[in-house]
């Protein structure tokens, strides 16, 4: 999958997923997706700062 494809795939997903949703489900499902997000990009930082490992 190349860059194009992926953006284009997480895109319809999120399309897909928030259509069923109400502005304050949505607005929280963002928040939390956010601070998912946010939390592997740390985890990503601290292993690549400590040299890998878990």
Do not use: S
């Not at 992926?6 to 601070?35: C, H, I, K, R």
């Amino acid at each position: 999958m190349n860059a194009a494809e992926l953006t284009t795939a997480v895109n319809t997903l999120a399309v897909l997923f928030a259509q069923p949703l109400g502005d304050d489900e949505l607005a929280l499902a963002a928040a939390v997706f956010t601070q998912f997000a946010d939390t592997l990009a740390t985890i990503a930082a601290q292993r690549a700062f400590c040299g890998g490992g878990q």
